[in-house]
């Protein structure tokens, strides 16, 4: 009797080993494909098409907003080494990668957002975003409103108003940004949840706020 319950446990054991090994591969597979170790241009999961911001080729757009435009959900956009001057507004499901987050900078010149996201499944990285609005709209560096499942990987955030401000947004990935010297909260979460903060600096007074 004695046996066979221990054989019965070994079985269970190998079997929740086995499920195990099968499970965890898989998840860690969907952060490696979503979001890479460099500026995010490799392993990305999509089947879409690339559109190209600024850079020498031929097609190339000269404003990242016009390239968002002219994407469809599944796409990536990749933006050139620069400064751009412009606000970004992302309502569709597509990557937006920089070439590099110290000499890739969206500055909104204190007006508005610098990027704004109401779509779900979006990835922002490799970028410093700088310079939104700070008097009558308090505007932020990334502002993520009603969208789920987003992801904002390894970019520079300094000197807006926040530096990121969720709200009604839940399930996203903030991992590993540098958050500086926003005049209000670093990162500022608002009636959401099941936020993931991983990895993140945030210097300043403001910190980071969560509220209802």
Same mark, same amino acid.
């Given at each position: 009797?004695?046996?066979?319950?221990?054989?019965?446990?070994?079985?269970?054991?190998?079997?929740?080993?086995?499920?195990?090994?099968?499970?965890?591969?898989?998840?860690?597979?969907?952060?490696?494909?979503?979001?890479?170790?460099?500026?995010?241009?490799s392993n990305l999961n999509t089947?879409?098409?690339?559109?190209?911001?600024?850079?020498?080729?031929?097609?190339?757009?000269?404003?990242?907003?016009?390239?968002?435009?002219?994407?469809?959900?599944?796409?990536?956009?990749?933006?050139?080494?620069?400064?751009?001057?412009?606000?970004?507004?992302?309502?569709?499901?597509?990557?937006?990668?920089?070439?590099?987050?110290?000499?890739?900078?969206?500055?909104?010149?204190?007006?508005?957002?610098?990027?704004?996201?109401?779509?779900?499944?979006?990835?922002?990285?490799?970028? $410093?975003?700088?310079?939104?609005?700070?008097?009558?709209?308090?505007?932020? #560096? *990334? =502002? %993520? !409103?009603? /969208?789920?499942? &987003?992801?904002?990987?390894?970019?520079?955030?300094?000197?807006?108003?926040?530096?990121?401000?969720?709200?009604?947004?839940?399930?996203? $990935?903030?991992?590993?940004?540098?958050?500086?010297?926003?005049?209000?909260? #670093? *990162? =500022? %979460? !608002?009636? /959401?949840?099941? &936020?993931?903060?991983?990895?993140?600096?945030?210097?300043?007074?403001?910190?980071?706020?969560?509220?209802?």
């Amino acid at each position: 009797m004695e046996n066979n319950m221990f054989r019965r446990i070994i079985i269970l054991l190998i079997t929740l080993l086995f499920i195990g090994g099968n499970i965890l591969p898989s998840a860690g597979n969907i952060i490696n494909d979503s979001v890479s170790s460099d500026n995010g241009t490799s392993n990305l999961n999509t089947n879409g098409e690339t559109l190209y911001v600024g850079g020498g080729g031929p097609g190339n757009y000269s404003n990242i907003q016009d390239a968002i435009d002219n994407a469809s959900s599944g796409d990536t956009v990749f933006v050139f080494s620069g400064e751009y001057h412009e606000n970004v507004s992302i309502n569709k499901s597509i990557n937006l990668f920089g070439e590099d987050k110290t000499t890739t900078i969206i500055n909104a010149d204190f007006h508005g957002d610098v990027i704004y996201v109401s779509a779900d499944g979006v990835t922002i990285t490799g970028f $410093s975003l700088t310079d939104s609005q700070r008097a009558w709209y308090y505007g932020a #560096g *990334i =502002r %993520i !409103e009603s /969208s789920d499942n &987003n992801i904002v990987h390894d970019n520079i955030i300094v000197n807006n108003f926040w530096g990121l401000y969720l709200i009604n947004s839940s399930n996203g $990935s903030i991992l590993n940004n540098s958050i500086i010297n926003n005049s209000s909260s #670093g *990162i =500022r %979460i !608002e009636h /959401s949840s099941y &936020n993931c903060l991983i990895g993140d600096k945030v210097i300043e007074d403001g910190g980071i706020s969560l509220q209802d």
